[in-house]
Structures are given as C-alpha cells and as structure tokens.
C-alpha cells in the first residue's frame, strides 16, 4: 500500500510538473476552462482504463475494449437512425448492456475453456470489428443522420462541464466504491494477489475474472456511445488502436500486469497523465512523435517501478523455499 | 546419538569413490545437516534411508553444487573437492537425476541430453549430427529405444525418466545420484529401471538410491546409510540388516514430551466421512472425528493425504462418498461450501497458498468472512477492522498496524495471519497440513500449543503431518494413509514409531496386522 501510495503522488507530481512547463510557455493551458476541456477529452481513456484496471487485477487483460467500444458505438448509432426519437436513457442503458455481453463473452471463454485472456480478446477484438463490418458493409454513420438529442448528451454542459466529463467522475466514484468496498472488488485483488490461496478462501477465480470481465465490457460499451455521439460519426474503425492506450494508462497508474496491485486513484492519474501528454505538447508545439516517445517512456518507467516493488517479494519466496528444506 | 549399526565399510582396499565427511549445513533456524557422513563405491549402489526431513534432498543438494556445505569436507578419490556451483559437481562426474525430472517439453531429446554441453563444430556452432549420434549411443548403452530427434513433449513418462538419465549419462559421469526415481513410474517400468541401475553398477559407477520403499532398497542397494534429523544414524552393507532394524534406525528416538498436549474433552461426533473415493487420488476413506479430538493424518509423501483433504473441502470432486457435520449430509462442491459447513483448511504450502501479500493484514483476515461483514455485497468496514482486531489480538500477532501489507511481515508473524483468517470463519473443523514443516523449533512449540487450544476450545483438529514425534505427541488417534488408501487407524498403546512407520510403507511383518 505504502508503495502504492507514493506512486500516486509521484504520477500527480509529474502531472503538476508537466502543467507548469507548459504553462510557462502558454499560460492559457492551465486556465480552468482548458483544464476541464483536457479532462473532458481525457474521460474515454479514463473510463476505459478503470474497466481495464479490474481486468489486469485478475491476472488478465482485454484488448478488445476498444472493438467493443466501436461494435457497441455502431449499434447505438443504428438504433438512433432507426427511431430517432427513443430517449437517451434507453440508449445508454442498450450501451451498457451490449458492452456488458460482449464483456461477458470474453469472460465467458476465459472461465470456462480456461484460454489465456491475451488470446480469447485478440480473437474477440477482431471479430467484435468484423461484426461492424457485417452490419454496416463498411458504410459510415455520418452526423446528418444522428438525432440531435444523441450527438447533443455526452457535450450538454451541467455545472461548466460537459456530460462526458461527470460521466467520468461518476464512473470513477463508482469504481472507487467497488473495489474498496464491495466483497466483489476484494474478490477482484484476492484472485489478481494470489490465485491458490483465493481458491482456499472460498473465492471462485474463474467467476471473478468473469466479473472483471463484464465490469471492462459494459464501460466500453458506455464508451461507445459516448464516443460515437461525442465525434457524430461511426465507422468501422473508430478508435483503432485505443486499447493500447487504455492498458498504458493502467501500467501508468502503478496497476501490476502480475495482477493484485493498482488502485482507482493511480489508474485515473496514468489516464490523466496521458491525456495531459497529448493535449499539452501539440500547444507548445512538440511533434507528434515525441508524444508517443513520452508516452513510451512513460510506461517503461512505470513498468521499471512495478519491477521494483516486486523484486523484494521475490526474494521472500526464495528464502521460505530455502525454510521448507 | 544412538549408533545401532555403524559397522564402517569393511575392505579397507576398497576405497570409496565419494565421501561426506562431517557435513554440516544450516539454514535460518533448521539444522539441515549436522555432521554427516556418506560414502560410495565404484559398481555399488548405496541406498540413503530416512523419514521426510532427515535430510536427504539436502545431501542431494550439497553433492551437486546447489548448496555449499558450512563445515565437512567432500572426498573425490581421496583427495578434498569442493563443487560451487552445479557445473563444477557435473564436471567432476557427480550428476543427479531430480525427484522431479528438468526437462524441455519443446527441444527434442537430443537437445535435452546435451543441453549446456552440446558438442561443437569449428565454427561454434552445435554439432547436430554428433550430438544425434552421441545420444542415440547414449540412449542404446541403457538400452532405451527412443528417437533422439523427436520432442521430448510426445514421450511418456517412463522414456522422459530415460531421457533424464541419459542426460545424467551424458556428461562423464562417476556417481549417479537417482532421487526416488520411481515415485512416478508404473511396476514394468521400475522393473526396467533396476535393469538400468544394474547396467549402470556394471560400468563401475557409483549410485545413490534415495527411495522410501523397503522392497525396492532391498532388492537393489548394496548398502545402506540411514539419516535422521539431519544426522548420521549407521551405515552398513545391505545383506546384514533386517528390515526391522533399519525401520528402529530411521525412528529409533526417544519421544521427547516436547508436545504440550492438553487435556480436552473429547465431545460428540462432529465429522462423518464415509466411503470417500476419487477416481486417480484415493478409496474408500472412512472416518469420525469428535469434538475436542485431534485425528493424526501420517504417511510417506504423495500418500495422498492432501490430495483426500483437498477433495473433502471442495477443491476436487470425489467420484463418491458423503459428508455428515453434526449428523447432518453436506454437499460440499467448492471451498466455499466447505467454509460454510465449518470445515477450513490451512495448506502445506503457506507461501503460495496462504496469505494475499499484496493485501494488508486486515483484508486477508476477513476475506474467507467477508459474507459476515458485509450487506448486499458491500463490505462495512468498521465490523471487517473489529472482526480482524479480535483474531490477530488473540493470536498475540504483532504489527505496526493492521493495515500493514502482509508480504512486510515476518514468515512466522505470516503464519498467524493465514490462521487468524481460518478462525475468523468460527469452524467446526480445522485441517492443519504439515503445520510446522520447514518453521524452526521454538515457532513448532507455538503452533502445537495453538493447536492445543483449539482442541481445548472445542475445535475439531486434523492435523496431517510426516513428522513422527510430532503425531505421537499431538493426536489422540492417528489414521495411516499409504497409496491413497487408509491402512490403519491406530491409538492408544497401539501408537508406537515403529508401527507407524511400518504400515507408512508397508511392511508386513508376522503377529501384525498390517
């Protein structure tokens, strides 16, 4: 926990650090209205990466987030095209509901027939975009087609922010409360520490990882529609690519690929941290390809602090292996 | 030291090709090795006999470099050796073949035989076509019949044991150390492995044969060594010993009352099982266990004891048997039913299956308890932290804060955090498995004064355990498992080492109903 803890406050420390840099160059960055601006742009990766978070903490992990975004984001975009006139509530309830089955299968697959989670969601993600591609033949969903109402919920502003963003903060108050106060969310860092000892305790391994599952699939599914309205248009390949960046955020934020170890907090801060990145070096002017160096860099950094922490538990186990003689 | 049968090898002019003089080796807290001697001879198998901790792996362990001794001297020829590192051992021809057999499922098993030492061409690069060779001439000198191009994960069991000790072979080898080679082979299979110890002896090499079966020692040793905590108990030739005396030499202490087992009062029937069985593992398991009672479980490893406790807590299905708590029927399909029906088990292997060490202490405590202080899914902490409190309080666990992350602790202080966590659950029925395996002596004293008071306080206890004093001194009754069957349930003046051990391997011995 100690470790974890000043993990966070060095991820804030670097984030703070990053705003003043870019500050001294344009102070307009660090205005209030552009940080809420940065944290709205910031809330798909935010609420992605916490569902990812769940997933890594079983000893899993979910590339298909973002083909689950895109497939769920379409659907909704049919459905809007469809009956232009249906509610959002009923659009983000179908969106939570697509995601979760999606999720569910991933889960499903990994519980049941036992596959390693790398390659049922490598599997699940192509085919996730191969269904897009069935149901539209390719063809975009373009803005003049979408309903006011849909593109108009995730930017409408409440209390200067838009819905995106509350949606964000709503997602991870949630999240915060399921791991830290739920039987399932201890189940999550039980299975994720040690898969053995939570089987003693009662805790079924594959049902968690399921849950987990299920967790990360119905907030991509949010995501999606979100995304897909947020953006006005939908295609096959909208966020291509975007479960990387989602799993960079986790590795960011100090969650362990071994699983058992991360918090709410750090994830948000890896997710921040990222889309401080690639909102702040295009004003000061930075190529591109340095974001995705610093991004790198990032995670390598990350990844070295992880391997760390690690390390002296490895040596606890030699030395009891060492007792059992 | 009581030194029943230490006549020294007797032919003088044959001088042994190998020799422990003296060895010592300490770990934290256990002394592993206290000044033992061994000795082998070119064309003679020597068996190394002795209960589970005597020592023997240890040994194993010092021959090939793995653990450098802390006093004592090994004797090559005569003259003094030391093997830092495992390379050192295999150049100076001491190879092991590993009770558990290191190989590569993916490499074909000439790649296998030769991997580290491979045979070079001039450029440096390995020389398939040698090494092929090489093997194959290995493989038909043990008279083992296998391809040496194909991968090792399309071979049985049997031809991956020949693989290993062709791999053994491979290096010029003088002392071949085989670590109960035939705990994992068929009957046809070990009558094909003491073809190969013979083929072996006729080469002139000198062999370990570490092995707990009697028949087995017999039938091949030429002579014997037997250790016992850690020490140097006799050694002799194989044609002068009776079975009985090598079973008093491997038990043959005194039993110290270093147990302070406590009266309790041994109350109702708390436990049925009846007709226990499972497919590969073990039959026909019946047993009671009263309130108050401690049930000895003893037998040799891979007996099949944790194997049977693992199936009555849910983690495997029996093919058939039942369960009654208090008279009652239970199903018991996953540990969470067994933790509902007041049965917990506290594993073997507490590192890997005890405590959560990314988790702090409170967390760990109350995870099997979480359905007590929690509604509707959600945890109320306030109740985990007092739930959490009370246990770690009465196990006297010492932490700066309960919040502290479990892997900081200290092994022992680990301990009573994985038994706090079994107790907070208020079972009926606490399966302890091999509680004081690998912990040192004063920590052994704690945990059976623990175990004590659970009896005391009306828990029921099973405690499997492979240390003799440690069943005698702890159980009112003791059931003896060899080969995943229940042999006998012994108790009262019927408990002796002797008789324990002697049905633990089976040994049929007139005027005993084994």
Known sequence: MTHLKSRETILFGAILCLLLVVATRFPGFVAPENLIAVFTDTSPLIILALGQMAVILTRCIDLSVAANLALTGMVCAMINVAAPDLPVGVILTVALAIGAMLGAINGILVWKLNIPPIVVTLGTMTIFRGIIFLLTEGKWINAHEMSPQFTGFPRSDVLGMPVLGWIAVLVSVVMLVVMARTTLGRSIYAVGGNPHAAVYTGIDVGKTQFAAFVISGMLAGLTGYLWVARYSVAYVDIAGGFELDVVAACVIGGVSIAGGAGTVVGTLLGALFLGVVKNALPVVDISPFWQLAISGAAIIIAVAFNAQSGRSKGRVILKSAEHAQ | ?514
């Open chain 2, 1 to 514: 030291m009581t030194n029943q049968a230490s006549e020294q090898s007797g032919d003088p002019a044959f001088a042994p090709v190998l020799s422990l003089d003296n060895i010592t080796k300490t770990f934290p807290g256990v002394k592993a090795l206290d000044g033992v001697e061994l000795h082998l001879y070119a064309g003679e198998v020597t068996a190394l006999i002795g209960e589970n901790g005597a020592g023997k792996s240890t040994v194993v362990k010092t021959l090939t470099g793995i653990y450098q001794p802390d006093g004592g001297q090994i004797m090559l020829d005569g003259k003094p050796v030391h093997f830092p590192t495992p390379q050192d051992a295999a150049d100076a021809g001491v190879t092991a073949i590993h009770q558990e057999t290191v190989l590569f499922d993916e490499l074909t098993v000439a790649e296998n035989v030769y991997i580290g030492h491979a045979p070079k061409n001039r450029f440096g690069l390995i020389d398939t076509k040698a090494m092929h060779a090489k093997t194959t001439e290995i493989l038909n000198s043990i008279g083992a019949p296998i391809d040496a191009g194909i991968k090792l994960k399309d071979l049985g069991i049997a031809s991956r044991h020949l693989v290993a000790i062709a791999r053994a072979l491979s290096v010029e080898a003088r002392v071949v150390i085989m670590d109960e080679p035939t705990a994992a082979l068929s009957q046809t299979e070990i009558e094909e492995l003491y073809e190969l110890v013979n083929k072996l002896k006729a080469q002139g090499k000198a062999i370990l044969f570490i092995s707990h079966k009697f028949d087995e020692i017999f039938r091949i040793a030429d002579r014997y060594t037997v250790f016992r905590d850690g020490q140097f108990v006799g050694a002799g030739k194989i044609n002068g010993v009776k079975e009985a005396e090598l079973v008093q030499m491997m038990v043959g202490r005194a039993v110290e009352q270093l147990f302070p087992k406590r009266h309790a009062e041994i109350g109702d029937e708390v436990l049925k099982v009846v007709g226990y069985s499972h497919p590969t593992e073990f039959e026909d398991i019946n047993f009671t266990l009263r309130r108050g009672e401690i049930l000895g479980f003893y037998g040799l490893v891979g007996a099949g004891r944790s194997e049977f406790m693992q199936s009555l807590i849910g983690i495997t299905r029996p093919s058939k048997g039942v369960v009654r708590i208090d008279g009652t029927v239970k199903v018991i399909r996953s540990p969470a039913d067994a933790i509902q029906a007041g049965i917990v088990y506290v594993p073997e292997d507490r590192g890997k299956q005890g405590a959560i060490v990314d988790m702090p202490i409170f967390q760990n405590v109350t995870l099997p308890s979480l359905h007590k202080t929690s509604r509707d899914g959600f945890i109320r902490l306030a109740e985990e932290f007092a739930l959490a409190r009370e246990y770690t309080e009465r196990l006297d666990l010492r932490a700066a804060s309960l919040d502290t992350n479990v892997g900081a602790l200290s092994g022992g202080n680990q301990q009573k955090v994985v038994i706090a966590k079994w107790l907070a659950t208020q079972p009926r029925v606490i399966i302890l498995d091999e509680p004081t395996k690998g912990i040192d002596i004063g920590s052994k004293a704690a945990v059976h004064d623990f175990m004590s008071e659970l009896a005391a306080q009306g828990l029921s206890v099973i405690m499997v355990s492979s240390e003799i004093p440690e069943i005698l001194g702890m159980s009112d009754r003791v059931i003896v498992m060899r080969e995943g069957r229940m042999v006998v349930e012994l108790q009262g003046d019927d408990l002796s080492p002797e008789t324990l051990v002697r049905h633990a391997v089976g040994i049929q011995t007139e005027g005993d109903a084994a």
